[in-house]
């Protein structure tokens, strides 16, 4: 790690997430998908949608294995689901918030409001240029924008929904991050969380050998694999900040988790920005993440996923946090002194928006794998909790494979 960097494990908050208890758990009721998108870690298989009975009996393993706050229904493309109203049901009758992981491009208004009566929280569109839309290839990612605004109003016409975007990070597309939070400034009253998932990808004869126990595997059919990839695949975190810093140079991270093999690496960085459409008054500090987490989890016995969006547009009441989070002193300093220098900012509703950035699994040259600890994304695989990124592997081995480096083999 950047020994440079302001922020570190001993200034931000490590977020309590862990396996058995969790924000969020990840429920695939079908890997079917209608739009193919580069990095994808899953298989398209056209007739893979699990009955109710299947959904339920994982709905009830993470009742028994796993506390979480909500569950997000992923895939695949969970609108694919012919079922999708009552998968949306079932998981708000067992008291959790229901969140859509899709690339909307089968979301209508009619389907909306039924998903809304049947208890939906909040959605994730997962909308980058590395996808192949219809009418929308070759578009960069600020010409998306008209896209991303188009599910943002459907969603602020309904009503009551939290609303996120995701997007991929490729070395090409990473100079346009900056853009795309300014893109999420200029909507910050109905866009409430973004995230950046930075591209990875398992590039073949390399450096390693692949093995299941002990028998070496090819791996070159996974979803997930390329035999050539002439792109970075590994992009750190700390770079995405970075970039951007060049738009906001105050941009400040406020919590974390590290990766399973190395403490220090920031697998999901979340920052909490707080604003409205003509000023960004600054950045929440780790105090603020501590707090709401450890009262949630009192409170409820959950940590804390998504908020109602109705909160998210409650930002000076947070200033009541001030005396204990030295970020919100900042805000709020900020905020009134935007009474003289800009009084349609002061006048605004002030609005808060998380920013998430996640590195997924990285192989060291030993072979380890740093994945995510305490991953949220975390599914059911034959009754057990697994990562969902590496679904694939369970399904044909029953188990993640072993990372051996070729020179290691060559010197037995």
């Not at 909040?122 to 010409?143: I, Y």
């Amino acid at each position: 790690m950047d020994k440079n960097l302001d922020y570190s494990p001993q200034t931000i908050y490590r977020l309590p997430w862990n396996l058995a208890d969790n924000a969020i758990s990840w429920l695939e009721p079908t890997s079917k998908c209608n739009l193919y998108c580069d990095g994808c870690y899953r298989e398209n298989r056209d007739s893979s949608h699990k009955s109710i009975e299947e959904i339920k009996h994982e709905l009830d393993v993470f009742e028994k294995l796993r506390k979480c706050d909500s569950v997000s229904i992923a895939g695949g493309d969970p609108l694919t689901h012919p079922q999708i109203v009552e998968i949306v049901r079932l998981i708000k009758q067992k008291n959790w918030k229901p969140v859509i992981n899709t690339n909307g491009a089968l979301l209508t208004k009619e389907l909306l409001h039924e998903l809304k009566e049947a208890g939906i929280f909040g959605f994730t569109f997962h909308v980058d240029s590395g996808q192949q839309r219809p009418h929308w290839k070759g578009k960069n990612e600020l010409e998306l924008n008209e896209l991303r605004l188009q599910l943002a109003n459907m969603l602020a016409e309904e009503g009551g929904m939290t609303c996120s975007f995701n997007a991929t990070v490729y070395p090409e597309n990473l100079k346009y991050v900056p853009e795309l939070l300014k893109w999420g400034h200029e909507n910050i009253d109905k866009v409430h969380i973004m995230v950046f998932i930075i591209y990875r990808m398992a590039v073949l004869d390399k450096e390693f050998d692949y093995y299941i126990r002990d028998q070496k595997v090819t791996f070159d059919f996974m979803p997930y694999s390329k035999t050539i990839d002439e792109r970075r695949i590994d992009i750190k975190t700390e770079e995405v900040v970075e970039e951007i810093r060049k738009v906001y140079p105050d941009f400040m991270p406020s919590a974390y988790l590290n990766g399973s093999m190395q403490s220090d690496s920031y697998k999901w960085l979340l920052t909490g920005r707080m604003g409205n459409k003509h000023k960004i008054f600054g950045y929440v500090g780790p105090r603020l993440m501590e707090i709401v987490q450890t009262v949630k989890h009192l409170f409820t016995d959950s940590y804390l996923a998504y908020s109602k969006s109705k909160y998210q547009r409650w930002g000076r009441l947070y200033f009541l946090l001030a005396p204990f989070d030295k970020g919100i002193r900042t805000i709020a300093k900020n905020y009134f002194k935007s009474f003289l220098e800009n009084p349609r900012a002061f006048f605004s509703r002030v609005h808060y928006q998380s920013v998430m950035i996640i590195q997924p699994g990285d192989v060291f040259e030993n072979g380890e794998q740093n994945m995510c600890d305490g991953c949220p994304d975390i599914t059911v695989w034959d009754d057990k909790l697994i990562w969902s990124c590496r679904m694939e592997e369970q399904m044909k081995w029953g188990q993640n494979v072993r990372t051996v480096p070729k020179k290691v083999n060559s010197d037995i």
